[in-house]
């Protein structure tokens, strides 16, 4: 089933190439069925890119999806323009009335920031309080994922030695939890950081599950009061490119921190490959299916 965006949002030509099966407000009221709304809460600087990062693995399901996109209205976009937040963004104050089925909150390149120094950290919280009683599951990213374990379970963070960047292996922790249904013993995920968790406090909460994790890069997914909100360390969304473009932007700020494992034989020069797509995939269709789609009621009171 198809993805509804909206129809002039510039990563639909994306999807479409792709296959992806997406449709526009006018062709989904003729659809007689109760779709899942999902809302997004873009905290990435290149918006238009995580758009479609995101919108691509949230399509590849047998349910129909309303996207609606939130930016905080504390803090001003550098990199994406007026017209595109405009025309396809709204704000908390606009839709705290409103029940969503589903939300991702996305990472931002802030993690050397003390979480309080952040200027849209008090909008941030207030977001993440309102997901409690009106989000039937939300789904943070990397940095999302730190200032959700920091806020709702105390849990903090520290800066690394030097930026964890790379495609590492992880193992499963957690065999019966359902968002890692038909996951491998052992898969590859990308992570891009500066900062990680301390793993004592993860392991001396009670109610936070650690579902998976890498000997070399550390927690990646953690799930609490059964799946309402779901932690995720690492970039499963992530392209092939995209931690080359990192890299490369890395470069020009005068950083040579090679991502591990990613370029073939270590040579930038040479293309990387995706080799943690189906896992990705697999991780957002359970997500949906298992954490949203049969939990979510099907008329909020």
């Not at 001003?76 to 705290?96: P, R, V």
């Not at 903090?156 to 968002?179: A, M, N, R």
């Not at 891009?192 to 997914?221: D, H, M, Y």
């Not at 059964?226 to 932007?249: C, F, P, V, W």
């Amino acid at each position: 089933m198809p993805i509804k965006i909206p129809k002039l949002l510039p990563a639909r030509e994306i999807l479409e190439k792709e296959n992806i099966f997406v449709m526009d407000e006018d062709r989904a009221i003729t659809q007689d069925i109760r779709p899942l709304n999902i809302l997004i809460l873009n905290l990435m600087p290149e918006k238009e890119k995580t758009e479609a990062h995101l919108l691509r693995l949230l399509g590849n399901t047998p349910l129909q999806v309303n996207i609606s996109f939130l930016k905080t209205a504390s803090h001003e976009s550098k990199n994406t323009s007026s017209l595109h937040l405009d025309q396809f963004y709204t704000t908390i104050a606009e839709i705290k009335h409103r029940k969503f089925d589903g939300m991702i909150i996305t990472g931002a390149p802030i993690e050397l920031l003390a979480f309080e120094e952040v200027d849209y950290w008090k909008e941030l919280t207030n977001i993440m309080d309102w997901t409690k009683d009106n989000v039937t599951s939300t789904l943070h990213i990397c940095w999302g994922a730190q200032a959700a374990l920091y806020h709702h379970f105390n849990i903090t963070k520290y800066e690394l030695p030097q930026k964890c960047t790379g495609v590492f292996w992880h193992h499963i922790d957690d065999q019966s939890e359902k968002l890692l249904r038909g996951f491998d013993d052992v898969y590859l995920a990308p992570h891009s950081r500066n900062t990680n968790i301390f793993i004592e406090q993860l392991q001396a909460n009670p109610t936070v599950k650690l579902l998976s994790s890498s000997e070399e890069a550390g927690p990646f997914i953690m799930s609490a009061n059964n799946g309402k909100q779901i932690m995720i360390t690492g970039h499963l969304e992530y392209d092939a490119s995209t931690l080359a473009e990192e890299y490369r932007r890395d470069l020009e700020k005068g950083l040579n921190i090679l991502p591990l494992h990613y370029f073939p034989n270590d040579d930038p020069s040479k293309s990387p490959s995706n080799k943690w797509r189906s896992h990705a995939h697999l991780l957002f269709s359970n997500w949906l299916n298992y954490y949203v789609y049969q939990e979510t009621p099907f008329e909020w009171d």
